[in-house]
């Protein structure tokens, strides 16, 4: 279950791995109801006590949302990278209470019905600098009358480059017969990368015992300054959901938890069972917990030009030089290196000669780092590809 929204905490907890031999798996349905936004919804198995696994997704569910005036969704569909499925829900009407339905293995799973929670505007998302690196804060308010419980999450994309563009140097031939394939001298079309990841830490906040219904200036999140989600253009959009009293006690408590039991693999009181139930068979365990709530968002950028402290260039770039040129023989035993090896030639001169250089692919190719994509972002503010 935590491992929805702990994933930080994994190099705080040791435990040894504990006989499974009668374990039986308890099913795990977490959610996010979303009004003005996609629903999410996590659907795991747990582990046995002591194991270093997270709980493993459960593929091939029929996931739905249900209203208590007959209203049914389209079907959830899952996404692989993050182990989760989705459904559009931009436009659910607020005129009735709301449920997940989980149905997997023969047995149908739901949550409780209940009505989507307001949630108020965002007043500021901002960043400041530390000389460290950057935190992100955020503000926001509302009536005395609106909920006093706070849940923020977000996404984040950030574009990089790779060491090398060819553009910006020029008059030389880069190339490799194995790994790569160039139209020009002077087109690198692995130089641009953008990354997308998706929170999963919850952020709560009650102004409960406060004389205003007020979250000021509220830190989000540090990024140290060698981080190379701000080497070049950064972005992070903030959701803020109105929460229940009930979801807020909920969430509070598996975050509280978490934190004084300093592991994410430590497993949730068994008295926490949440709003989900099997409706097929009531003796079925069920862990977890679905929220119904509005969504409202506020996206900014940082720019690495506009911040006073240099952050860090792409790392990872090496390279060799041929060594001994002067000596015969040399382009034989490179030749050999080049073949076996994944590099890319660097030449001058347009031609294999004493002054070639061997790079790593990295240094031209920013897709080696892990999860980087070519496709740029429909709301990125350049437009280079």
Not at 98 to 116: K, L, P
Request: glycine share 4%; hydrophobic share 30%.
């Amino acid at each position: 279950l935590v491992s929805c929204f702990f994933p930080s905490c994994i190099e705080e907890f040791r435990l040894t791995k504990a006989d499974d031999s009668d374990f039986i798996p308890n099913m795990i349905i977490e959610g996010h109801i979303l009004s003005g936004d996609q629903s999410v919804i996590y659907v795991t198995q747990t582990v046995p006590t002591g194991t270093f696994e997270k709980p493993e997704a459960v593929l091939n569910a029929t996931v739905t949302i249900v209203g208590e005036n007959g209203y049914e969704s389209e079907k959830a569909e899952f996404e692989i990278e993050f182990d989760r499925y989705v459904i559009p829900t931009y436009d659910l009407p607020a005129n009735t209470q709301y449920a997940i339905r989980v149905e997997t293995d023969g047995e149908i799973y739901q949550s409780e019905f209940q009505a989507i929670q307001s949630s108020n505007e965002i007043d500021e998302v901002y960043y400041e600098e530390t000389g460290n690196g950057v935190n992100i804060h955020i503000s926001s308010h509302g009536q005395q009358s609106d909920t006093p419980y706070y849940m923020w999450t977000y996404e984040e994309d950030w574009e990089f480059h790779a060491d090398i563009n060819m553009q910006a140097l020029g008059g030389f031939t880069l190339y490799s017969d194995k790994f790569y394939q160039f139209e020009n001298s002077y087109d690198n079309p692995y130089y641009y990368c953008w990354k997308h990841t998706i929170s999963r830490n919850i952020h709560l906040y009650s102004t409960l015992d406060l004389k205003e219904n007020t979250a000021k200036d509220v830190e989000l999140l540090q990024i140290p300054i060698d981080d190379i989600r701000i080497s070049y253009i950064y972005s992070i959009l903030v959701k803020q959901w109105g929460l229940s009293e009930d979801a807020y006690k909920y969430y509070r408590t598996i975050k509280l938890y978490s934190e004084e039991s300093a592991g994410l693999f430590t497993p949730i009181p068994t008295e926490l069972l949440g709003n989900v139930s099997c409706i097929s068979n009531p003796d079925k365990r069920v862990r977890g917990y679905v929220l119904a709530s509005q969504t409202t968002t506020k996206r900014i950028f940082i720019y690495e030009s506009e911040l006073k402290e240099l952050t860090s260039e792409y790392e990872g770039c090496t390279f060799e030089y041929p060594p001994y040129p002067q000596y015969s023989g040399w382009q034989i035993s490179w030749n050999l290196r080049m073949k076996s090896h994944p590099y890319v030639i660097y030449t001058p001169y347009g031609e294999i000669d004493s002054n070639f250089i061997l790079y790593s692919p990295n240094c031209v190719d920013c897709r080696t780092v892990d999860g980087a994509t070519k496709k740029r972002p429909d709301f990125w503010p350049t437009d280079h590809e």
